[in-house]
């Protein structure tokens, strides 16, 4: 069974940067487009970035410069590096991934539990 596990939040100082991961576990073909989410504290879940099976990264234009993915598939982890933070990059952030399971033929999204970040000084 696919499983998709992200990690590497905690409490950071503002101005700090912090990576996350998320891991992929399980018998799977191919893995498509992943992309993260993040559930802001007063806000509606935000898209955040995603990356393309090329490598190729596409960002929220507020977060645009400051935010990086970065996928190593032979490991079977994408990374997300979040530079410059603020308070307002506290949240729950979120993995997904377009999957094609072992004996599948159709991709598939499967969803990560979260992991939280809190920006404070």
């Known amino acids: 069974q696919v499983q998709l596990v992200e990690s590497g939040g905690g409490l950071v100082p503002p101005g700090e940067s912090v990576t996350l991961s998320c891991t992929y576990s399980?018998?799977?073909?191919?893995?498509?487009?992943v992309s993260w989410f993040r559930q802001t504290p007063g806000r509606q879940r935000e898209w955040v970035a995603a990356?393309?099976?090329?490598?190729?990264?596409h960002y929220q234009t507020s977060l645009q410069g400051r935010f990086s993915l970065k996928r190593e598939d032979d490991k079977r982890v994408t990374y997300l590096e979040m530079t410059n933070l603020t308070p307002e990059d506290t949240g729950v952030y979120y993995c997904?991934?377009?999957?094609?399971?072992?004996?599948?033929?159709?991709?598939?999204?499967?969803w990560g539990q979260g992991t939280r970040v809190t920006v404070s000084s």
């Open positions: 997904n991934a377009e999957i094609v399971p072992r004996g599948e033929i159709r991709r598939m999204p499967f």
């Open positions: 990356i393309t099976s090329g490598g190729k990264g």
């Open positions: 399980g018998e799977i073909d191919r893995i498509h487009l």
